[in-house]
Nanobody, 125 residues
Framework: QPQAVESGGDLVQTGGSLRLSCVLL????????VAWFRQAPGKEREGVAC????????NYGESVQGRFTISRDNAKNEVYLQMNSLNVEDTATYYC??????????????????WGEGTQVTVSS
């Protein structure tokens, strides 16, 4: 049974940084794309960043482009999200998820078959 477990969420001030981690269990990360999504209170869940299995290419949501960096360690079966220059609009629960198909990065949530419980990121002004 594949699983995803996120960690690293915290309370941080505006302009600060955080690094989120996602441990993937029950499958080999090297064969799968993984994405980070987030959901703020009262808002729809949105795609943040994605990393592919094929060539390690990445894709980012417009709101985080240039501030967030996704990376993966296939040997450890972990995916990371380095978040810099955080602002209050980044406050959300962050989820990692697995795409079961071999393709380019997409942020279509229904295509992801394995989700973590999320980790809370709160940015104070």
């Amino acid at each position: 049974q594949p699983q995803a477990v996120e960690s690293g969420g915290d309370l941080v001030q505006t302009g600060g940084s955080l690094r989120l981690s996602c441990v993937l269990l029950g499958f080999h990360l090297e064969y799968f794309n993984v994405a980070w999504f987030r959901q703020a209170p009262g808002k729809e869940r949105e795609g943040v960043a994605c990393t592919t299995s094929s060539d390690g290419s990445v894709n980012y949501g417009e709101s985080v482009q240039g501030r967030f960096t996704i990376s993966r360690d296939n040997a450890k079966n972990e995916v990371y999200l380095q978040m810099n220059s955080l602002n209050v609009e980044d406050t959300a629960t962050y989820y990692c998820a697995r795409d079961p198909k071999f393709r380019r990065c997409i942020f279509t949530q229904k295509e992801y078959d394995t989700w973590g419980e999320g980790t809370q990121v709160t940015v104070s002004s």
